[in-house]
């Protein structure tokens, strides 16, 4: 009989994508006995600095950046009760396109094999049950989360392990519903030009793609609470000014796509475990 605990490994791109996209399910995996792995992949500096001032302006200095959101991330694991923090600390890559993406250092310029390696050496040592990461598009086209992606799928390769794995998504129906909810508190919000519309349609996937619903409801408060944690970025303070019962409504349910199972588990689930307990 194997008394090691299940584990669920996540593996993100930047501190603060732990809470935004899969901070429900550590909070409840990890409150019913779930031992849970976080890997961060860069070090975030190419996030805003305080007073929110951006990258490349005066006054932005990634390197403190940095140590800024490693302390939030650490708060943001205390929050969600993560077991372990393991990060490659890669130079953020910013958004595409930005001179940052080849930068010395950078995630978006590793070779998908080294930082696979890397990775593939976490995967050997907590031997997860499930591991989760983002889509082959980054769910939105960021470079880090596209480059996570790929060194997930590839160190993976090279294991001998065969966890279940999946990739965050949203049903295109909860895509509509925040869009309702960010012009019901974002005020003067002005329309985005049809360009931008068009990608934000193609973001998530029909409700009917998804193999994966997971309930986290019942964790909205400590989801909010790890998000408040990097309340540094500015991409986050629309969350937190919905109040945390807007947020849970709006954010109780994590959704993915199974990319990868050993199982048999039938789909739709509503459990990243089903099949393994």
């Not at 650490?74 to 130079?91: G, P, Q, R, T, W």
């Not at 392990?161 to 869009?179: D, E, H, I, N």
């Not at 019942?218 to 408040?228: I, R, S, V």
Request: glycine share 10%.
């Amino acid at each position: 009989m194997n008394d090691s605990p299940l584990t669920l490994m996540a593996v993100h791109a930047h501190p603060d994508d732990e809470a935004t996209g899969t901070g429900g399910v550590l909070a409840r995996y990890a409150a019913e006995g779930v031992r849970t792995v976080l890997v961060t992949c860069t070090d975030g500096g190419c996030g805003d600095g305080p007073g929110g001032v951006k990258p490349g302006d005066p006054g932005h200095d990634p390197a403190a950046v940095a140590r800024m959101r490693r302390e939030e991330l650490a708060a943001s694991c205390d929050v969600l009760k993560i077991d372990h923090l393991e990060m490659l600390d890669y130079a953020d890559s910013g958004m595409m396109g930005w001179p940052t993406n080849d930068a010395p250092g950078s995630f978006w310029r590793t070779p998908v094999e080294e930082g696979a390696a890397r990775l593939a050496e976490l995967l050997r040592r907590y031997r997860p049950d499930v591991v989760v990461t983002y889509d082959e598009n980054g769910f939105y086209g960021h470079p880090d989360h596209i480059q996570a992606n790929r060194i997930t799928m590839a160190a993976l390769e090279m294991t001998d392990l065969t966890p279940k794995v999946y990739w965050t998504t949203a049903p295109r129906s909860m895509m509509q519903r925040f869009g309702e909810v960010m012009r019901e508190f974002g005020g003067e919000t002005p329309e985005p030009d049809p360009a931008e519309a068009a990608a934000l349609a193609e973001i998530g996937l029909p409700d009917d793609e998804i193999t994966t619903w997971v309930d986290t409801s019942a964790f909205g408060g400590q989801k909010f609470d790890a998000l408040a944690a990097h309340a540094s970025q500015g991409e986050n303070i629309f969350f937190l000014k919905m109040g945390q019962e807007k947020f849970t409504e709006l954010m109780g349910v994590e959704t993915f796509v199974r990319v990868q199972d050993a199982t048999g588990a039938p789909v739709p689930e509503n459990d990243l475990f089903a099949g393994l307990r």
